[in-house]
């Protein structure tokens, strides 16, 4: 009862709405002022500061047009869109929490506050996985054919599922950053096989992702992350950092390289016709099969 009447709440979504313009604003400002990259702490898993700038603008512009069609236009009443709502509203504000104690130089505190921003995230894209059909252009390994998603409207994925997915791979990205470099501030050599294991399980959790999920979101966020390590250790000179930009790249090459042989897999396998005799990408919703 209480989820329904969150779902049906004006003032939750423009609570939400007023969180997320404040997120905004703090976020444009330490940005503009280039006051990210003096605040965040070095390590070879820090990627270029465009990186992350890029990456954050895009999720908060998405997220703020859904919040506005939501203010104007609020969806039918279901229980997960009162969850989903309450947890937006706590993300914003430990995301703009997060952001003011790293600029002050809490990095500790600041790493606490990203732990709780990743876990609320996961609840958000968990819950979201859970109501609203992906679009999937690469073949699974496995599938849930009898899972009915509450809604499989294009609109409710692009908007509310894809910058959730983004947002929960950014904060993992950031978070892993934030962690070695705060583990690892003082001066002595970075352990490289630190570096390498985390790496590794990067990339591993990635592919996991791919063939269980599908989600584009996980795809992008994570080449983006790799692209960003591998740009900002290539231009310096220490051997470490040569060896965490191939590692990077070749990260890079294995997910992109599967991801590319998935979407072959599927539309080699897809419905044809005479417009597309060879390869068909038509249909492009969850896969309807167990195995494939």
Not at 22 to 43: D, I, K, M
Not at 127 to 136: G, R, Y
Not at 219 to 237: I, Y
């Amino acid at each position: 009862m209480f989820l329904i009447q969150a779902a049906k709440s004006r003032p939750l979504r423009y609570f939400a709405l007023v969180l997320l313009a404040f997120a905004v604003w703090r976020y444009t400002t330490h940005v503009a002022q280039r006051q990210s990259e003096e605040s965040f702490p070095v390590s070879l898993w820090t990627p270029t500061t465009l990186t992350f700038d890029v990456w954050g603008g895009f999720v908060y512009a998405i997220l703020a047009i859904a919040l506005v069609r939501e203010c104007l236009t609020p969806r039918p009443p279901a229980p997960y869109v009162g969850l989903l709502l309450i947890l937006l509203g706590v993300e914003f504000a430990v995301a703009i929490l997060a952001q003011e104690l790293r600029m002050f130089g809490h990095f500790t505190f600041a790493l606490v506050a990203l732990c709780v921003l990743w876990g609320t995230l996961l609840t958000s894209f968990t819950l979201v996985e859970h109501h609203v059909e992906p679009i999937v252009i690469s073949s699974l390994v496995y599938s849930d054919t009898d899972h009915d998603y509450t809604t499989s409207s294009r609109w409710d994925y692009l908007w509310i599922r894809l910058p959730l997915g983004l947002w929960w791979v950014l904060s993992s990205a950031e978070l892993l950053a934030v962690c070695h470099a705060v583990a690892l501030h003082s001066d002595a050599a970075p352990d490289m096989r630190v570096f390498v294991c985390s790496m590794g399980g990067w990339v591993l959790v990635s592919v996991g992702l791919l063939l269980t999920t599908g989600d584009m979101a996980i795809m992008v966020g994570s080449l983006w992350m790799l692209w960003g390590v591998a740009n900002a250790n290539s231009r310096k000179s220490t051997d470490e950092n040569h060896t965490m930009a191939t590692l990077a790249g070749l990260g890079a090459f294995v997910l992109g390289g599967l991801f590319c042989f998935l979407v072959l897999h599927k539309a080699w396998r897809g419905p044809k016709d005479r417009w597309a005799p060879v390869f068909s990408l038509r249909g492009v919703s969850a896969p309807r099969r167990n195995v494939v």
